[in-house]
């Protein structure tokens, strides 16, 4: 039986200023199939996040999310949970209005053996 493969909770994004765009660090996913993105956020900032997925760093295309994430309001928090085959994955915040200020965390693993 083979060992499953995975990524320890791990910061992406510290003390992100959300009154503008942040886009996270590339993070190398190649063999893990189940990605998992915390966002954590004070303060009363509008906007939207997405994943973006990529196999060379380079190009970068948004995955479809089952429903858009917002961010908004006081203390809140989101968790966004992907399955996706790329290579490289990264978390990304469109600033539409508001401050505040964002923490962003990611875990992963394989699904299959």
Do not use: C
């Amino acid at each position: 039986m083979g060992s499953k493969r995975s990524l320890s909770y791990s910061e992406l994004i510290v003390d992100g200023d959300m009154s503008e765009d942040i886009t996270g660090p590339s993070t190398n996913i190649l063999h893990l199939d189940r990605v998992g993105f915390q966002l954590v956020w004070t303060g009363t900032p509008v906007g939207t996040f997405s994943v973006e997925v990529s196999n060379d760093e380079t190009v970068w295309a948004a995955l479809t999310l089952s429903a858009a994430v917002i961010g908004g309001g006081a203390a809140d928090n989101a968790f966004i949970d992907v399955e996706t085959g790329a290579a490289y994955v990264r978390v990304k915040y469109t600033d539409t209005s508001g401050v505040g200020t964002l923490q962003a965390h990611i875990v992963a693993k394989s699904i299959s053996g």
